[in-house]
Nanobody
């Protein structure tokens, strides 16, 4: 059993910052790519940023230069540092990870429960 637990969401004023965390726990042999997605009301879920096991990162154009994704492999944790937040960043943010439970099982994708980020004055 694998679980992803997010934390760090909340209410912030435009121009402010937040740092999201997502910790994976349970039966984990290895973790491949980790990612953050978000879903605003009435919109489809969209990819925000990804980081590979080796640390290579990619970002959606809408967050480039403002958000930074990172991971701590010793803690099975991925982070999303969000700066210069805008009202359009308001959404539920979800983390995702590709995880092998054992050396002989395939990679399965897991999702966190989501954390609300609201940017408003």
């Amino acid at each position: 059993q694998v679980e992803l637990v997010e934390s760090g969401g909340g209410l912030v004023q435009p121009g402010g910052s937040l740092r999201l965390s997502c910790a994976a726990s349970g039966r984990i042999f290895s973790i491949n790519a980790m990612a953050w997605y978000r879903q605003a009301p009435g919109k489809a879920r969209e990819l925000v940023a990804t980081v590979t096991s080796g640390g290579t990162t990619n970002y959606a154009d809408s967050v480039k230069g403002r958000f930074t994704i990172s991971r701590d492999n010793s803690k099975n944790t991925v982070y999303l540092q969000m700066n210069s937040l805008k009202p359009e960043d308001t959404a539920v943010y979800y983390c995702s990870a590709g995880i092998k439970a054992t050396s002989w099982t395939r990679v399965n994708n897991y999702w966190g429960q989501g954390t609300q980020v609201t940017v408003s004055s």
